[in-house]
């Protein structure tokens, strides 16, 4: 039956996909409030709001090929509640210091690095949870509606965020993220589906040996290593191309501060749609098929970038080109993540993620680096072009790749045993 088969009445996911839900709105609240506070508050100084951004990527960098060792290790329940809990915890904090007039730097430092600790281990266990949890027929309508729900978090969460801080001040708005973590920690321990034992680890195995065997399986599968390579260098040219657009938008096409709001605020949309529309596409086409041309869309989109002219017709054009952007975004992030996630066997999927997160974050802060040494020496004209003419070379890895002769997705046998 039709219902019987819609996730809307899945219980257990119903419950996922509303805690997820609530921590992002949460999540958009801090990121707004972390800053202001030191901003603000503590009257901090550029270099000192640099390091707070900084310290809470770090331990993607440092952590995430040892949580997906550690995660794979265990059921993947019980580290997404403690993560959470942890987590509301260390937001919760923030007020408290505040209240207390105790807040300063360090403070936040150790917030935003044990915060950024907490979204390593819940996203190594959140990303490996769902084929468990839904199996791999209704795997890909799942990834959508999460996604989904992301998007409707990212361009409603600044608002709420944005008015909460207005009413109570960023110290105390930081509470509403503490409390979204507790919702998603108390909705996944709702959660009955069993979960099976990971096993018994082999004789002598070690972590180091762990994370060792996840890389090689990653990078050496004929189907993941492209996938995860394309990812990687996308990632790479994508923070250059962020890491200058806004000034080359402000200083050589005049936009003012409202434009550039309004034009991501409406382009964000372009995010829901490709959330409804990927399990479709993926369903009708194949995944593999809709990756490879979900994958051409940042290299056609981001040519107007380079195009346009100072005035509203060029505005135009850019929210009309970011929104479509943006459902070829999230159609491949859907897409591909279930991909990955049928492909790699229940045993490395920890790992599997874990190495995918490292690499593309890990490539990112060196595209943004050298974007903005490139601008500085040929102008910043000059680097877009030359960044989103590379940014053919990812799609350019797939299409290269086996997926190009693929319809249907390789499931591993593994998911099938469990399904």
């Known amino acids: 039956m039709a219902g019987e088969r819609s996730l809307w009445r899945h219980r257990d996911f119903m419950l996922l996909l509303s805690g997820q839900t609530a921590s992002l709105l949460g999540a958009e609240v801090s990121t707004l409030a972390l800053p202001l506070i030191a901003v603000l508050v503590l009257d901090a100084s550029v270099m000192q709001v640099g390091v707070l951004a900084a310290l809470h990527s770090v331990p993607v960098l440092l952590a995430s090929l040892q949580a997906g060792a550690i995660v794979d290790r265990s059921r993947k329940r019980p580290i997404m509640i403690a993560s959470n809990l942890v987590a509301a915890a260390v937001m919760a904090s923030v007020p408290v210091a505040a209240v207390a007039g105790a807040l300063g730097m360090p403070h936040l430092y150790v917030v935003a690095l044990l915060a950024g600790l907490c979204e390593v281990f819940f996203g190594a266990a959140y990303q490996s949870y769902p084929p468990n949890l839904l199996g791999p027929e209704r795997l890909l309508d799942g990834n959508a509606k999460l996604a989904t729900s992301l998007s409707l978090a990212v361009i409603t969460g600044p608002i709420l965020g944005g008015g909460l801080i207005t009413l109570v001040g960023a110290a105390r708005a930081v509470l509403a993220d503490a409390l979204s973590f507790l919702v998603s920690a108390v909705t996944v321990m709702l959660i009955r589906t069993p979960e099976p034992d990971p096993g018994p680890r082999p004789s002598g195995a070690r972590l180091r040996m762990e994370i060792a065997e996840g890389l090689r399986f990653t990078l050496r599968h004929p189907m993941l290593r492209p ?40 382009s964000g949309v372009g995010g829901t749609i490709g959330g409804l529309v990927a399990s479709r596409l993926g369903a009708r086409y194949g995944l593999p098929r809709v990756m490879l041309v979900a994958r051409l869309g940042y290299p056609v989109t981001y040519i107007p970038l380079v195009l346009i002219s100072p005035g509203v017709a060029g505005q135009v054009v850019i929210t009309i080109a970011f929104t479509v952007e943006l459902v070829a975004a999230f159609v491949y992030n859907i897409t591909h993540s279930s991909f990955r996630q049928l492909v790699c066997p229940p045993r490395l999927l920890g790992r599997m993620n874990a190495t995918n997160r490292w ?17 500085s020496l040929l102008g910043l004209r000059t680097t877009l072009v030359g960044f989103v003419v590379a940014l053919a070379v990812p799609a350019l890895i797939l299409w290269l790749s086996p997926l190009r002769a693929l319809r249907d997705v390789p499931v591993h046998e593994s998911h099938l045993k469990t399904a």
């Open 359 to 375: 690499l593309s974050w890990g490539a990112a802060p060196l595209g943004a680096l050298l974007a903005g040494t490139l601008g």
């Open 227 to 266: 996938v995860i390579l394309s990812g990687a260098v996308c990632a790479f040219l994508l923070a250059g191309v962020r890491a200058i657009w806004t000034v080359y938008l402000v200083r050589e096409l005049g936009w003012s501060a409202a434009v550039l709001g309004l034009v991501w605020g409406i």
